[in-house]
């Protein structure tokens, strides 16, 4: 299962009594789900999540087990979840652009009691609902710093109480619309694409793949209200052919996390969105601890990623990392010795992150982490760095992030090759996609060096090596 450790367990509704709960609240919706095959209400989605729980349950799968698949953003993602979460099982959803290499490696990892493929298995409906708020409810993947994947486990408690936390925090109301193209296999994905618009409820229209135009046309036509993700999706609306405030004019409200969410980012895409643009900040292990609020004063909320969400704590080691405890964090990894070391000894979650916090307010200054976030998606450099160095040509190589203005940042490869061999950007893309690595993760430049700088410990001298870009 996992080591288990952080805060005591927060009890309450499991996700799917929060979600049946705010269903039976309110009058049935006709568009709860949109995606590019059509429309879902909230009737017809609660009748297939009830027949695909009972397939899985016709195949085996039981309160505990894991259940892997691999989608696109599209409703059977939101059925695949749905459908375990009344099972009391465990979703452990696999990016849907992980190479074959990558799938091999989380599926060995995770060792679900089912993978399931194209079709979604369906049998007699299951009505009954899994009431343990302690269960596990997903195991959604993160890059370490040693470029091991990391099995990142939460609770249906914890899910649960931080979707109605962030309903609250965003003012989100059951006429607002949320797009959503950010990876459903993810925590910003999961949070505001299923469980967030789950507990309001709220109409979320899914996006298979990112594409700027189509979506200023799903936002006018849609009357999005709500969008969360990292400025690369904003910087793509506001240039995209045919913008228009009139096509943006439903727009309320923009949440941006990650690399590149500048004070001079959120005031220019204030201005040209007309809407409010907040910096937020969180990772998988802990959701969206810090954004700004309603009524807060709008430099800080551009300026800063935020205050605190609920009842979260933030504190600053000697170190001058950012340490976290609270009821929404994980409770741990499916790697027991990753667990052991992602806690301090009276249960503060080492988040890798350096920063500070002024009356209350935190800013992110940098990482002891060698991480790379490009869109949205947090690269290992380690892990790019082993790819690299299992060419044959390639001697010594390391990977940096370098700023961005579209994607945050964008992956570098500085590589020192054999005598007489050569390695460009040409030869990097065909090697990476040999390797069955997902297409994000392959640098977009290289660069050829006599040498790799090392510092005195003998550690790549990444600065210098930033220095020469």
């Given at each position: ?201 709220m109409k979320t229209v899914l996006m298979a793949k990112w594409d700027p135009a189509a979506a200023l046309e799903l936002i006018e036509r849609e009357h999005i209200t709500f969008m969360i993700g990292p400025p690369t999706f904003f910087i793509g609306l506001m240039n995209a052919p045919g913008f ?226």
């Amino acid at each position: 299962m996992g080591s288990q450790r952080g805060a005591a367990g927060v009890g309450g509704r499991t996700l799917t009594e929060s979600i049946d709960h705010a269903l039976t609240a309110t009058a049935a919706h006709d568009d709860l789900v949109v995606d590019d095959q059509g429309r879902w209400s909230s009737t017809r989605l609660d009748e297939r999540i009830a027949s695909v729980a009972g397939g899985l349950r016709a195949l085996g799968v039981e309160r505990g087990d894991r259940v892997c698949w691999q989608r696109a953003n599209v409703v059977d993602a939101v059925v695949l979840y749905r459908a375990c979460w009344r099972l009391g099982a465990t979703a452990a959803p696999i990016h849907h652009l992980a190479g074959a290499a990558d799938v091999e490696r989380i599926v060995d990892i995770v060792q679900p009691r089912l993978v399931v493929d194209d079709e979604l298995p369906s049998a007699g409906a299951v009505d009954d609902v899994c009431t343990d708020a302690d269960l596990p409810a997903v195991v959604l993947f993160t890059s370490g710093s040693s470029g091991a994947p990391k099995g990142v486990i939460h609770t249906q408690g914890r899910l649960a109480y931080k979707a109605r936390l962030m309903a609250e925090v965003h003012g989100l109301r059951t006429d607002d619309a949320i797009l959503m193209p950010a990876p459903l296999a993810h925590i910003s994905g999961l949070l505001n694409g299923v469980t967030v618009p789950g507990v309001v409820p709220m109409k979320t229209v899914l996006m298979a793949k990112w594409d700027p135009a189509a979506a200023l046309e799903l936002i006018e036509r849609e009357h999005i209200t709500f969008m969360i993700g990292p400025p690369t999706f904003f910087i793509g609306l506001m240039n995209a052919p045919g913008f228009s405030s009139r096509a943006v004019e439903s727009l309320r409200l923009i949440s941006s996390g990650g690399a590149g969410v500048t004070p001079a980012f959120a005031a220019t895409a204030s201005d040209a969105l007309g809407c409010t643009v907040k910096r937020t900040y969180g990772s998988t292990e802990a959701p969206t601890i810090t954004t700004s609020q309603p009524g807060d004063d709008p430099d800080k909320a551009r300026s800063t990623d935020g205050r605190p969400t609920g009842t979260v704590e933030l504190c600053i080691a000697s170190s001058g990392e950012l340490l976290v405890r609270g009821p929404e964090l994980f409770v741990g990894y499916i790697d027991d010795e990753q667990t052991g070391t992602a806690f301090t000894d009276d249960g503060w979650f080492r988040t890798g992150d350096i920063g500070r916090i002024d009356d209350g307010w935190l800013t992110i200054t940098g990482r002891i982490k060698d991480i790379i976030i490009r869109g949205g998606e947090n690269i290992a450099t380690a892990e790019v760095e082993n790819v690299l160095e299992a060419h044959p040509d390639i001697r010594h190589a390391v990977a940096i992030g370098a700023p961005d203005e579209r994607l945050g940042e964008q992956v570098v490869a500085f590589v020192a090759v054999a005598p007489g061999r050569t390695f460009d950007v040409d030869e990097c893309r065909r090697w990476f996609e040999s390797q069955g690595v997902a297409r994000f993760k392959t640098p977009e430049r290289v660069v050829v060096v006599a040498d790799i700088p090392v510092m005195a410990a003998g550690k790549p001298d990444r600065e210098a090596l930033r220095r020469l870009l």
